[in-house]
């Protein structure tokens, strides 16, 4: 007993022995003038300050080690300041540079804590701005905004993102870096995450199995939650959006506050939306949905480290647009009653951070459950499983300085699919899969130029299912599977800034995705197919080189980069020209070493003449073979993009105004899959305006926007509705209103 409390004795000794380390300086602009409100964060501490009126700012209580310090404010260029916190105190004093295009933004999905420019894997950042979001009840179609991203969609409600021409199980998706698991292995299912509490999305164009395993083939999609309340302040949102082409509504209402040490906030959310209105007028049956969310999220930061704790529920009740529902709804309406899929998600995840002297470790949690229901006639469930899923990481930071850096980590993951209730049809057997990896990072940096990254990485997988059915049934009976794997991943990559503005990056990534559930077992009417896995299929390997250029100045950035990439054995659905006695055509999963290549552009250029001024234009292209010539499926039309905008910091009585016209251009798409057909091309016009007012010191963030302007009539090619010849959204016009309150101590 003794020997205890002396450990302890010791161990509060040490820790009251560490004096408080503080940040501190002032902030001024390009004429030496103090800035306020310029916002200060270290990312690894979880904690941020503003800067008072004379520009001075202060963060206390940080730990030792290396620590990024992040300096936004709008209109002037992001810096960041990469420090050794050795001292009691320290002074930074920062000037920031006027300038109307963001640059560089610190980025957490590359594996390490760098920026934008300093990552050899490229990292597109899209800002949840009102000025960045669609005139659309569909959140997903602001990242179609990136070059080389895309979505496959069934209407408003059901959307899945594709980059480079890959999709569904060859994306990943992750929730505020949590691998997102919630039956995302189908474009008839949603992706699961809403808009609201979130700053930020990267997304990672190629391989990154190296930094997440398996399905991370294709590339990463992370929602970031948002940065916890400046410390010493209680703020909150309120948020309304009202579209006309879904007749929909949503609420959401969200609260945080910090102190020195604590943190926390809670959020929660409705949606509601009708049949949607096509080009044209007609109205497609069964297209609405309905959402429910809450958000809570807790935390503890201190000199020894971060400790947050996140809590996501997401409900969501999604019409099925399939023949049978086309033929019984007569009457547009908003409440699934008859051929929908519910989802009910929970996600709880722990993402601690300890500083142990010149070491830093990182012991991440969290697990998920969704219940998936597909349900029928009225009341009438015809599947119903559960999907729960225990992720897990530990990295470990070895010393390091601003040259180098070296992580060593360990992953996992186990999760469990069981058919509840004693439904009519098991779409999937019941089933545990088992993964386990070990990786290790490695970065440096050569004449402060050339910056080199590399890994490695291994994973092991089991996946175990049990029979279904009586084996002397052997249309219904499947066998009971066990399969395991094994891969490795890696990459080697650079980045060369040859000038401050110019900067080279290439990168190769060698990475694999393992078959999952439903390719290996599947069998049984699937929406408006029948479906069959295939047992001995292997893993797919994917050897991508990409190369890009990037170069910007205070007026103008412009990117341009180029990929190829071979998929050996690459997994996709395919008709087998059969069908069964009810007449549903039978689509199997094979396998063919197929290639994708194509590029992308983007252009933004602030006339310095005229500073109220943004023109941007991007453009993108892929093609998808497979080996023996034909093309894959889900492969979207080359695509063009211009956006013209003009804004006004102060206009009368008004702040932050802007005026935006926006025109999207598709081009046909006449390299179909063998089980799909060419489509046309199509030009759709967008328009928005918004402001920001004040009322009795009282802010509201106001914007209306017209999507789809001239109304026009078309399909695109990654539209699932071509199967029941509908046609995407038309005109909708949306209004967002957004009142930000709080309080500071």
């Known amino acids: 007993m003794k020997r205890i409390i002396l450990f302890w004795f010791l161990i509060l000794s040490y820790q009251l022995s560490i004096s408080q380390i503080n940040i501190s300086g002032k902030i001024t602009d390009n004429e030496n003038l103090p800035l306020p409100g310029v916002t200060v964060f270290a990312p690894d501490m979880n904690k941020g300050t503003v800067s008072d009126i004379n520009g001075n700012y202060k963060l206390e209580n940080l730990a030792r080690g290396t620590q990024k310090i992040q300096y936004t404010f709008l209109g002037y260029t992001n810096h960041v300041e990469s420090l050794q916190v050795k001292d009691e105190n320290i002074i930074v004093n920062v000037k920031l540079h006027e300038s109307a295009i963001e640059m560089e933004e610190l980025v957490v999905t590359g594996g390490y804590s760098s920026t934008q420019h300093e990552n050899a894997v490229k990292i597109e950042i899209l800002k949840l701005d009102p000025r960045n979001l669609e005139s659309s009840p569909n959140f997903m179609e602001i990242i179609t905004k990136v070059p080389g991203v895309d979505m496959i969609s069934k209407g408003s409600g059901v959307s899945k993102p594709v980059i480079r021409g890959l999709s569904m199980n060859d994306i990943l998706v992750l929730n505020n870096g949590v691998r997102f698991e919630n039956y995302q292995y189908s474009s008839h299912h949603p992706l699961g995450i809403d808009e609201f509490g979130i700053s930020d999305i990267e997304i990672i164009k190629g391989p990154a199995s190296m930094i997440y395993g398996s399905d991370a083939i294709g590339g990463v999609i992370n929602f970031i939650k948002e940065k916890p309340a400046p410390v010493g302040t209680f703020v909150g949102d309120y948020n309304l959006q009202l579209f006309s082409n879904t007749l929909g509504m949503t609420n959401n209402l969200g609260l945080k506050g910090s102190s020195n040490k604590f943190f926390g906030g809670v959020r929660i ?64 309406g908003r409440k699934n009653e008859i051929f929908f899929q519910q989802l009910n998600t929970h996600l709880l995840s722990l993402q601690n951070k300890l500083y142990l002297g010149n070491y830093k470790l990182d012991v991440n949690a969290a697990f998920q459950n969704t219940e998936f229901s597909h349900i029928g006639e009225k009341d009438t469930y015809e599947i119903q499983m559960q999907l729960s899923t225990l992720t897990y990481d530990v990295k470990f930071y070895l010393p390091s300085d601003d040259k180098s850096e070296y992580i060593v980590g360990l992953q996992g993951f186990n999760q469990k699919n069981t058919n509840i209730n004693h439904r009519e049809i098991i779409l999937l057997p019941n089933a545990i899969t088992n993964n386990y990896s070990a990786f290790v990072l490695l970065q440096y940096t050569f004449f402060n130029k050339l910056k080199f990254q590399t890994g490695l990485r291994y994973d092991i997988k089991n996946i175990s299912s049990q029979a279904v059915g009586n084996p002397s049934d052997a249309e219904s009976y499947r066998k009971a599977l066990n399969k395991s794997y094994g891969s490795f991943s890696g990459s080697l990559g650079a980045t060369y800034n040859l000038t401050h503005g110019l900067l080279f990056r290439a990168n190769f990534g060698a990475a694999y995705r393992t078959p999952n559930l439903a390719e290996l077992t599947s069998k049984g009417q699937h929406e408006l197919r029948y479906e ?53 055509d039978i689509y199997k999963y094979k396998q063919s070493n197929s290639k994708l290549y194509g590029g992308e552009a983007g252009l933004h250029i602030h006339p310095v003449s005229m500073k109220y001024l943004h023109f941007e234009t991007t453009f993108s292209s892929v093609v998808g073979m497979q080996e023996n010539g034909d093309y894959l499926p889900f492969i979207p039309a080359n695509k063009l993009r211009f956006s013209l905008s003009i804004e006004k910091e102060k206009f009368l009585f008004l702040y932050k105004s802007y005026v935006s016209i926006s025109t999207l251009s598709a081009f046909a798409q006449n390299h179909p899959a063998p089980d799909e057909t060419p489509t046309d091309s199509y030009t759709l016009l967008n328009m928005s305006l918004g402001t920001t007012f004040i009322v009795n010191n009282q802010k509201f963030i106001f914007s209306v926007g017209v999507s789809n302007l001239l109304d026009t009539k078309y399909i695109d090619h990654l539209s699932t509705l071509k199967e029941v010849n509908m046609y995407n959204p038309g005109r909708n016009v949306s209004i967002s209103l957004k009142i930000p309150f709080g309080i500071s101590n």
């Open 269 to 332: 959310g409705q949606k509601t939306n009708a049949d949607f209105l096509q080009g044209g007028g007609e109205f497609v049956p069964n297209s609405r949905f309905n959402e429910m969310s809450l958000k809570a999220n807790a935390g503890f930061t201190d000199k020894i480290g971060t400790f947050k704790l996140f809590y996501d529920y997401n409900q969501q009740k999604l019409g099925l647009v399939e023949d049978e529902a086309l033929e019984e709804i007569t009457q547009r």
């Open 532 to 584: 069959l896995g295939d047992a001995n299929l292997v893993p797919e390997n994917s050897y991508e080189t990409d190369f890009s250029v990037h170069y910007h100045k205070s007026n103008i950035t412009l990117d341009f980069a180029l990929f190829y990439n071979f998929i050996d054995h690459f997994i996709f659905i395919s008709p087998t020209g059969d069908s069964t006695s009810s007449g549903l």
